[in-house]
Nanobody, 124 residues
Framework: QVQLVESGGGLVQAGGSLRLSCAASGRTFYTMGWFRQAPGKEREFVAAITWSGGSTYYADSVKGRFTISRDNAKNTVYLQMNSLKPEDTAVYYC???????????????????WGQGTQVTVSS
């Protein structure tokens, strides 16, 4: 059974930091990604990493503030979020792509497994 289990969300003041974790089991993914969805908005790409090569990709809105990394031994992907802003408030989802090229890292339709989501709230 394929599972993606996120943890690490919470409430933080603007300028603070949080680290999200996503533990994967049951399958090897070509790409792992983080997406977020704020109330009334569409799900948007945040960051992605290839499982083998470690290439990383970021949305412009988080570049320089967020860092995605992976620990292959633990089958876990992390999202370190620094300098958080109120506009970062959203439910954050971990996703795994086991079928498509890593070129589609930004497209949620190319991810075939999703975690349950974890809430991140940044207060001003």
């Amino acid at each position: 059974q394929v599972q993606l289990v996120e943890s690490g969300g919470g409430l933080v003041q603007a300028g603070g930091s949080l680290r999200l974790s996503c533990a994967a089991s049951g399958r090897t993914f070509y790409t792992m990604g983080w997406f977020r969805q704020a109330p009334g908005k569409e799900r948007e790409f945040v960051a992605a990493i290839t499982w083998s090569g470690g290439s990383t990709y970021y949305a412009d809105s988080v570049k320089g503030r967020f860092t995605i990394s992976r620990d292959n031994a633990k089958n876990t992907v992390y999202l370190q979020m620094n300098s958080l802003k109120p506009e970062d408030t959203a439910v954050y989802y971990c996703a795994g792509n086991s079928r498509y090229s890593a070129n589609y890292y930004y497209d949620p339709q190319r991810y075939d497994h999703w975690g349950q989501g974890t809430q991140v709230t940044v207060s001003s």
